[in-house]
């Protein structure tokens, strides 16, 4: 029964991404199809979705249903901008559609995404989503490889970061990466350390360690995340006294350094009293909770690591203090020879033979310093135990912060891309480590979707937001055969008086299709890349994935 709902919940899954890439695109046509209509322009075919399975023609409009749901498109012969007469799908002539009826169409298009993103953008304004971590204004360094940039630079373990390249900072580590990431040239990060402040300024490299195997310039120190606790009503945390926000530092006096850990802490219970050991406004306080069972919760077997799969190797990213795999010696950063004597060639080889063995010994391969080191590990029985509470707080961000959010994520994933691009042709001395690789093609967005509606409702609905603004904003980028070109062309003969020749516009055409079909092929083989990797289990893997989402 648990496979067949898993396989449900795949089925709806991809079902999503189709219903939500066809909304966002079909609501682009349907204001191009709006304003034509106010314009008074010729519309050969307004179809909803590919590939036609029925079509009605109506007051002169094709109006067809195709059996791909991928959204749809408006037939607008008038809208060409070179000196052709233009001809409707009969061959009768028409007309030159004015620059202002061409520009009033091409900007609808866009304007309709903006529209349905901000309607859209109220229910995730309502329902809120979930923050991966809390938000922090200073950020604690829990450890920093010695061949980092970082640790060259001089940062080291224990520092606290107060300011990123000179701006104080309220933000989720994963909005933290993203400022590193779109940082142009050096990053610089304020520190303080023994009471003194300290200036580390650093040139980011690609590591190989980011998450899902990319080749990006993700941090290489890994910071210390505070547990926040969020009860929910009537639950145990909030009858014991825990309140929303409340940090914790220890359990039955044991130091918790992460989420999965304090998850750990109340799974190997066994439903024994803990006393949870908390921070509120500065003071520190101890209170006792006894977790409950979660009934129907699947009983797993944990080593308490997470792995990531390199380009040659899965390494351990990181070991769970008091977990089986730290007990037995194995460390942050050792790489993953065998178990068993078989070999370890993705995270899933390590998390599935486990699960086969469940709590019986194996024998575990490293390489550490160059060495093979063998240990002996005993996974340990993992059982649902929760107390009511949520480590995730909720945003609310309203429909125009989301908007806003999107146009400089855009506005710096360009710049950084443009910026790489100008320094491989030798045209700046600026450096980024954005490249065209890490852009998104409909495969891509389509795994973002997938993704994102498997964590959550509301994170799903949150990413169609986003993705519908991004379609506008590259929509009106002034280049030929997007929006942004038919606007450019619009105005110009709107100055000019003069339309575009149309062997120079057919030219113009040739050569800014082919190089978008270029693109679009060279970043769908990188999405490609991404897909297999997940699909091979080459993706970072935490045993906790099916753990209670309210510990």
Not at 495 to 503: G, M, N
Request: proline content about 6%.
């Amino acid at each position: 029964m648990d496979q067949f709902m898993e396989y449900l919940s795949i089925a709806g899954s991809v079902l999503f991404v189709f219903i939500a890439l066809g909304f966002c695109i079909l609501s682009h046509e349907f204001g191009h199809f709006l304003a034509a209509k106010l314009m008074g322009l010729h519309i050969d075919a307004f179809s909803l979705g590919f590939r036609p399975i029925w079509r009605k023609k109506y007051k002169g409009v094709e109006y067809r249903i195709g059996w791909l749901p991928l959204g749809g498109y408006v037939e607008l012969p008038q809208v060409d901008a070179s000196d052709d007469v233009p001809k409707s799908a009969d061959g009768t002539e028409l007309p030159r559609a004015t620059p202002k009826a061409r520009i009033v169409t091409a900007v609808a298009g866009p304007l309709f995404n903006v529209i349905s993103g901000l309607l859209l953008g109220c229910i995730v304004w309502a329902a809120g989503i979930p923050e991966a971590t809390p938000r922090m204004r200073e950020i604690e360094v829990l450890s920093v490889p010695e061949n980092s940039p970082e640790y060259l630079a001089g940062l080291r373990k224990g520092d606290v970061i107060v300011k990123l390249n000179g701006e104080e900072f309220h933000d989720t580590w994963e909005n933290f990466v993203k400022k590193v990431l779109f940082t142009i040239n050096e990053i610089t990060l304020e520190v303080k350390r023994n009471g003194k402040l300290h200036t580390i300024t650093y040139k980011p490299a690609e590591n190989p360690n980011a998450p899902g195997g990319e080749k990006i310039a993700y941090p290489f120190f890994k910071p210390l995340l505070p547990i926040k606790l969020y009860p929910e009503k009537n639950s145990i945390a909030a009858k014991a006294g825990i309140q929303a926000g409340d940090i914790v530092t220890a359990v039955n006096g044991k130091e918790i350094s992460g989420a999965a850990n304090f998850q750990y802490a109340l799974a190997f219970s066994n439903g024994k009293p803990l006393t949870i050991s908390l921070l509120r406004n500065g003071k520190t306080m101890d209170i006792s909770v006894t977790p409950q069972a979660v009934p129907d919760t699947e009983t797993r077997f944990l080593t308490g690591i997470t792995m990531v799969k390199n380009d040659k190797n899965v390494a351990v990213s990181s070991v769970m203090a008091g977990g089986a795999a730290a007990e037995a010696g194995i460390k942050e950063g050792d790489i993953l020879i065998s178990i068993d004597g078989n070999a370890v060639n993705s995270p899933e080889d390590m998390s599935s033979y486990i699960a086969k063995k469940q709590d019986a010994p194996v024998k575990v391969s490293i390489l550490r310093d160059g060495k093979t080191i063998d240990f002996t590990l005993t996974a340990r029985r993992f059982t649902g135990y929760s107390i009511g509470v949520s480590l995730a707080a909720y945003n609310h961000p309203n429909p125009v912060e989301l908007l806003v959010d999107t146009l400089d994520m855009s506005w710096k994933s360009l710049r950084g891309i443009a910026t790489t691009v100008g320094n491989k042709l030798h045209l700046t001395e600026n450096s980024s480590s954005l490249k065209p690789s890490h852009m998104s093609s409909t495969l891509g967005i389509g795994m973002v979707l997938y993704t994102s509606i498997r964590t959550s409702w509301s994170y799903g609905i949150y990413f169609v937001v986003v993705i519908s603004f991004a379609l506008a904003i590259f929509n009106l980028l002034p280049l030929p055969v997007l929006d942004g070109g038919h606007i450019f062309f619009g105005v110009l003969e709107w100055v000019t008086k003069k339309r575009i020749p149309s062997q120079i516009m057919k030219v113009i055409s040739i050569i800014f299709v082919t190089l978008l079909i270029l693109l679009t092929l060279y970043i769908t083989f990188f999405d490609g890349k991404r897909l297999i990797r997940k699909i091979s289990g080459n993706k970072p893997a935490v045993e906790l994935k099916n753990a209670p989402k309210n510990p």
